[in-house]
């Protein structure tokens, strides 16, 4: 059974930075890509990032670009997305998606359930 | 990058009547090597995370009630829920996945009238 546990979510300052993880079990982690949505309360989802099988490829939100940055660890078959510079529109509900086929260009076919990342002073 | 549109933004429907989505790009999102639509359909219940329904536009993934359809090809795609149950109350959103940056519609809400 695919399971992905997402964690590292807080409240932090503007300005400030935050590390998520999601451990990954029940799949061959290292085959699959990785992405990171997020839902800012009450909103929709936004597509933040996302990383290939191997690591070698990353893809990124504009929003996010060069303040967030996407990486696993296919050893220990977790991913991870550090946020820095954040800002009150970071605030959001981050999932943790496993890629749906080992081509880089599919949907998420699973989800965690999210870790809420809350940016305020 | 690619803009994606739904209409309508809301829509209440009768216990086994039929609801349909619509979703629109702003550039085609068929890869014409492969002729496949690079698009998917996801349902979100309230309080649980996103859940994939079909991808390729309109395969269903496995299973996905085959009350859900998918149809459309380029920029124009349409979800429909041929009888709808009380459990399908929920938000859906299509997304591209043609090219980065990976981008969701805005959503549905779908409600029983």
């Known amino acids: 059974e695919v399971q992905l546990l997402e964690s590292g979510g807080g409240l932090v300052q503007p300005g400030g930075s935050l590390r998520l993880s999601c451990a990954a079990s029940g799949f061959t982690f290292s085959s699959y890509g990785m992405s990171w949505v997020r839902q800012a309360p009450g909103k929709g989802l936004q597509w933040v990032s996302a990383?290939?099988?191997?690591?070698?490829?990353?893809y990124y939100a504009d929003s996010v670009k060069g303040r967030f940055t996407i990486s696993r660890d296919n050893s220990k078959n977790t991913l991870y997305l550090q946020m820095n510079s954040l800002r009150a529109e970071d605030t959001a509900v981050y999932y943790c998606a496993k890629i749906g086929a080992t081509s880089d260009y599919f949907p998420a076919d699973y989800w965690g359930q999210g870790t809420l990342v809350t940016v305020s002073s | 990058d690619i803009v994606m549109t739904q209409s309508p933004d809301s829509l209440a429907v009768s216990l086994g009547e039929r609801a349909t989505i619509n979703c629109k790009s702003s550039?085609?999102?068929?890869?014409?090597?492969?002729?496949?639509?690079?698009l998917a359909w996801y349902q979100q219940r309230p309080g649980q995370p996103p859940k994939l329904l079909i991808h390729w536009a309109s395969t269903r993934e496995s299973g996905v009630p085959d009350r859900f359809s998918g149809s459309g090809s380029g920029t124009d795609f349409t979800l429909t829920i041929s009888s709808l149950q009380a459990e399908d109350v929920a938000v859906y959103y299509c997304?591209?996945?043609?090219?980065?940056?990976?981008?969701f519609g805005p959503g549905t809400k779908v409600d029983v009238k």
């Open positions: 997304q591209q996945y043609y090219s980065s940056p990976f981008t």
């Open positions: 990383i290939s099988g191997s690591g070698g490829s990353t």
């Open positions: 550039q085609s999102v068929l890869y014409s090597s492969n002729n496949k639509n690079y």
